[in-house]
């Protein structure tokens, strides 16, 4: 079964700092681009951040723009999601997911065609 784990998620204070993972398990993405979405319980799920298979610099939503960085590791199969000057609005669950392409629809859900569990990310204030 094919699926995607994410980790690194928890309670944190205003300010500071997580990185979350992302790494498949049952096969290898190849080509794939990587996305983080969060999703507050009860709201709609919105985008943070998308990578190419690549790598290079991300793209990402106004909210998170310089405080997050997306990265990745192909020889480890995995995607980072740096998250700095953390704050309570913040606080999510956050989802990875892959598409085949980096195309201009990256900050739709839809478009997405595998994803994670997801790992909660809590910001206290």
């Known amino acids: 079964q094919v699926e995607l784990v994410e980790s690194g998620g928890g309670l944190v204070q205003t300010g500071g700092s997580l990185r979350l993972s992302c790494a498949p398990s049952g096969r290898t993405f190849s080509g794939y681009a990587t996305g983080w979405f969060r999703q507050i319980p009860g709201k709609e799920r919105e985008f943070v951040a998308v990578i190419r298979w690549s790598g290079g610099s991300g793209i990402y939503a106004e909210s998170v723009k310089g405080r997050f960085t997306v990265s990745r590791d192909n020889s480890k199969n995995t995607v980072y999601l740096q998250m700095n000057n953390l704050k309570p609005e913040d606080t999510a669950i956050y989802y990875c997911?892959?598409?085949?392409?980096?195309?201009?629809?990256?900050?739709?859900?839809?478009?997405?065609?595998?994803w994670g569990q997801g790992t909660q990310v809590t910001v206290s204030s």
């Open positions: 997911a892959v598409k085949t392409q980096m195309a201009s629809d990256y900050g739709l859900g839809g478009s997405y065609y595998y």
